[in-house]
């Protein structure tokens, strides 16, 4: 059974800072490409950005500049640094893996955490 557990969202003012994790935990044999994707209300689930295990990185652009996704492949952990927020950022953020476990290959996602800009 694996499993992704999401933290760190919450309510920022515009300009803040939020630090979001990610912990993959259970039966793993490896895990390929992680991401962020997000989901505001009444849109679509976008992608925000993604790493692959070898540390190749792509940000939706309306990102760049402000959000650094990073991961530990050691601890099978993923973070998200967003900084200079924008009320527009406000979504659920979810966690996705691609992994192999127990001779398969499957996308898991997390929970999701709320982020909230706002003053």
């Known amino acids: 059974q694996v499993q992704l557990v999401e933290s760190g969202g919450g309510l920022v003012q515009p300009g803040g800072s939020l630090r979001l994790s990610c912990a993959a935990s259970?039966?793993?044999?490896?895990?390929?490409?992680m991401g962020w994707y997000r989901q505001a209300p009444g849109k679509q689930r976008e992608l925000v950005a993604i790493?692959?295990?070898?540390?190749?990185?792509n940000y939706r652009d309306s990102v760049k500049g402000r959000f650094t996704i990073s991961r530990d492949n050691a601890k099978n952990t993923l973070h998200l640094q967003m900084n200079s927020l924008k009320p527009e950022d406000t979504a659920v953020y979810y966690c996705?893996?691609?992994?192999?476990?127990?001779?398969?290959?499957?996308?898991?996602w997390g929970q999701g955490t709320q982020v909230t800009v706002s003053s």
């Open positions: 790493i692959t295990s070898g540390g190749s990185i």
């Open positions: 996705y893996a691609d992994i192999w476990s127990m001779g398969y290959r499957r996308n898991y």
């Open positions: 259970g039966s793993i044999s490896s895990i390929n490409i």
